[in-house]
């Protein structure tokens, strides 16, 4: 396998590169976080979706009328406390600005903004559907201002959830393999992905999901970059997976189609010099900078 296994990329990937100071050591203490509110901004959510005003977002002082909502704390920039609060409603709440889809706002938000709105947007999610206690039943309590929740009758403790996903381009010599997942808008062609099951590492998580997928036997695998990817909580862990032939065979389930596709082929499509029915994933995705990594390599 040629060296760019060795060579992780330095740069952030959307929803990565998040710039605040979580102080994890002093977010569990009650008047502590009590007195970062009093001077903090809120970015508001409504239906998951962040506020957005003039294309960045939104981060507004306390409001009395968003008593009761979710309120997680982001973390600090500088010394400038930011939390995010779910804001209930059948319609939008009137702020300047407007709830945006966190996926479309993606390609518009700055870096940072992108960060903060997605761990906003993750912690906020998991709140919403993490209020009752999986161990006994009981609605439980928000603590280290949202990194943990306590059931009070039993004192089970829950974390908000990362859940892993391997995200994997099939490479041999000159060409790499790319799939068409049957729920994949026409066109769209990427690299295989798949949940990490209990009890598996990521290597085998790669070579299971690929034997699944594409039938298709590799070798070495390694290990790429990854990717927070708030949709509603996957840590995306891209990979390399070492073909050890062209033969492949797709399960025509999950994935529709399949193609080895050259780098100086990968190459012109990212740049969008080729226009046909074939597309490849837009640069917000781990797996644009997985094929682009080992195309320009
Ligand atoms: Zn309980």
Redesign the pocket.
């Given at each position: 396998m040629s060296n760019f296994n060795l060579r992780n990329i330095t740069r952030a990937l959307t929803f990565g590169g998040n710039p605040l100071d979580r102080a994890s050591a002093q977010r569990a203490d009650p008047s502590w976080l009590a007195a970062q509110a009093k001077g903090g901004l809120f970015l508001p959510f409504w239906q998951n979706r962040p506020l957005v005003a003039d294309a960045r977002i939104a981060l507004l002082p306390w409001r009395g009328e968003w008593e009761g909502g979710i309120c997680v704390f982001l973390g600090l920039e500088g010394a400038q406390p930011l939390f995010a609060i779910d804001l209930a409603g059948e319609t939008p709440p009137p702020l300047d600005g407007e709830f945006q889809e966190m996926r479309p706002a993606a390609f518009v938000l700055p870096a940072r903004d992108t960060a903060i709105a997605g761990q906003g947007k993750a912690l906020i999610d998991w709140h919403r559907r993490h209020g009752f206690?999986?161990?006994?039943?009981?609605a439980?309590v928000m603590r280290d201002g949202g990194y943990r929740r306590a059931?009070?009758?039993?004192?089970?403790e829950h974390f908000p959830r990362t859940d892993p996903v391997v995200i994997m381009l099939p490479v041999l010599g000159n060409a790499c393999l790319v799939g068409r997942n049957a729920r994949f808008p026409g066109g769209l062609y990427s690299a295989f992905a798949g949940f990490v099951e209990p009890g598996e590492t990521m290597e085998e998580a790669v070579r299971r999901e690929l034997r699944e997928e594409a039938n298709i036997a590799v070798g070495a695998i390694s290990y790429h970059a990854s990717q927070p990817w708030p949709f509603p909580s996957s840590l995306m862990l891209g990979c390399y997976a070492q073909a050890l032939s062209r033969d492949f065979q797709i399960d025509g389930v999950e994935i529709a189609d399949a193609r080895w596709l050259t780098k100086d082929d990968v190459r012109a499509r990212l740049a969008g010099a080729l226009e046909d029915e074939m597309k490849l994933p837009v640069p917000i995705a781990i797996a644009h900078h997985l094929m682009r990594d080992w195309a320009e390599e």
């Open positions: 206690c999986p161990n006994c039943g009981t439980t059931c009070p009758h039993c004192g089970a």
